[in-house]
């Protein structure tokens, strides 16, 4: 599973930019998608990589992003008990199930955007408009999108 986080907003942005955005569900800042690793959201991914930042999610930090910011129909929160009446025992389970394939966000009511807060202390040195391998916050991040993901929680 890939996590895509937007960082930066849509004022001058070109409309094809907006497009991906659109179809990606990031209407506004600090907003995560999770997407499946397919060659369609690499295309996206790649159109919009200097707005947002992306990385592959581990199963602890999606346990914890479920628990904290996970949203059912309603604006309702993720609660255990309605896990229990999909089956599922824990967040970390659960976790488990979304990175395998074997299940979807959808297949238990969970909206596909988590809104998230301003990460704690801030975004890198070199702010955001720089790509992450010079000390900014946007691009690829590989596993280390996972610490930015808890700041953010």
């Known amino acids: 599973m890939i996590a895509i986080v937007r960082v930066r907003g849509s004022i001058g942005t070109r409309w094809d930019i907006k497009k991906a955005f659109r179809l990606l569900r990031l209407k506004t800042c ?15 991914i790649r159109k919009v990589q200097d707005y947002a930042t992306f990385g592959k999610i581990s199963e602890k930090t999606l346990a914890r992003l479920l628990e ?20 599922t025992a ?9 990175i ?13 955007v988590f ?3 301003p990460p704690k202390k ?9 790509p ?9 991040r590989g596993e280390k ?3 930015l993901i808890e700041r953010m929680v």
């Not at 824990?90 to 979304?98: D, H, N, P, V, Y």
């Not at 959808?106 to 596909?112: M, Q, R, T, W």
Request: proline letters at 2%; hydrophobic letters at 35%.
């Open 145 to 147: 999108i996972n610490e």
């Open 122 to 130: 801030g975004f890198e040195r070199q702010g955001i408009k720089k």
């Open 100 to 112: 395998e394939g074997k299940s979807a966000l959808k297949d238990f009511g969970i909206k596909p």
């Open 90 to 98: 824990s967040f970390e389970e659960l976790a488990k199930k979304i």
């Open 132 to 140: 992450f391998k010079l000390g900014g916050a946007l691009g690829d």
């Open 30 to 44: 600090n907003q995560l998608s999770l997407l499946p690793e397919s060659k369609q959201a690499f295309g996206m």
């Open 115 to 117: 809104r998230l807060s």
């Open 68 to 87: 904290k910011r996970a949203r059912l129909a309603g604006n309702k929160r993720l609660s255990l008990e309605a896990l229990k009446e999909k089956k």
